[in-house]
């Protein structure tokens, strides 16, 4: 069981900032409201981020990749995501080798 | 309110949120197992999972994980995965009425997309207690835990993960999570900017600051498409709560 210093900060700096944004949300209603823009651009940030996150790897890594997020997404769309997930993975595995 | 009142509260809490269980046995194992890949001990996991408590910012801070870690990086990732959270707070907050500072400020460590959700469809029938929101957090908050440190005990053993494709599950992760935040309409031209963004931001920037930049862009866009759809009784009595306080 080793616990790393860098990694334990890296860990608590996480754990700030999530903390953070538990609790402000709540701290700013009591003082004012959110809204306007302001709301749409909070709202816009967690497809934002993921959709950042995975861009790279589903449309600028290769066919096989593009394929199996494609499969992914209509299997999520009708499945258990975690059936989705599953199914994204074998993807992948079976587009590499049909496609090397 | 009595002791038995308080644990009839929680029983009920406890299995309203039991079935979703479920999902957080397969993405704390899978989790557990990415973590493992990257080197995390179980320990560090077991903090990260107990301190944070967060999957989506989890699962990204262990796809930029190095070693040593970025700490600036990896708070600052941490904080905008986690924005949500202020907006789903805000709507929390006419609800908690009642409670006193500590279960206000210590409660609000345990909100998760799904007790969130649920504390609101409690909220519209009857008072929330403090009581009732433990009961759906705490068997989320241990189960998240202790799935997570296991995978990583166990999924250490896995050697060559692309092998089995777990190079794309985190891919496959956001992906399945992405289709249930799909808004419809309004949610295209934010997503778009944010693609574009990330796949210029990751051929020319260093490391994984295209995340952030996919980030900014696709929020920028989203504020200007108009109101979020929240429920109008939420943002209606979201404001007469911000009013009065």
Known sequence: MQLDPVSLAAILAMAASTYFTRIFGYWLVRRTTVGGRMASALEAVPGAILTAIIAPMAFATGPAESGAALITVLLALRLPLIVAVAGGCLAVVALRALLA | ?245
């Open chain 2, 1 to 245: 309110m009595t002791r038995k009142d308080s644990g009839g509260e929680f029983t009920a809490g406890a299995l309203t949120i039991l079935p979703l269980l479920v999902a957080v046995v397969v993405y704390g194992l899978l989790f557990g197992t990415l973590a493992a890949q990257k080197g995390l001990s179980p320990l560090e996991v077991a903090i990260m999972s107990a301190t944070v408590f967060a999957g989506a910012s989890q699962f990204v801070a262990v796809e930029i994980w190095t070693s040593p870690p970025g700490i600036v990086l990896l708070g600052a990732t941490a904080l905008m995965v986690n924005l949500r959270h202020v907006l789903m707070g805000a709507a929390l907050a006419p609800f908690l009425k009642g409670w006193s500072r500590g279960q206000i400020y210590g409660g609000l460590h345990f909100m998760a997309d799904e007790n969130w959700a649920f504390t609101l469809k409690r909220a519209a029938q009857t008072p929330v207690t403090p009581a009732y929101y433990l009961g759906l957090a705490l068997p989320l908050y241990v189960g998240w835990i202790a799935c997570t440190t296991l995978g990583t005990i166990f999924g250490g053993v896995l050697q060559d993960p692309a092998r089995y494709g777990l190079d794309f599950a985190f891919t496959a992760v956001f992906l399945t999570l992405l289709v249930s935040l799909w808004k419809g309409k309004r949610s295209v031209a934010p997503w778009l900017a944010s693609a574009l963004a990330a796949v210029a931001g990751h051929e020319l920037l260093p490391g994984v600051w295209y995340i952030a930049l996919g980030g900014l862009a696709g929020s920028l866009v989203g504020a200007f498409m108009g109101p979020p759809a929240l429920p109008a009784k939420y943002r209606e009595t979201a404001k007469e709560g911000g009013n009065a306080a």
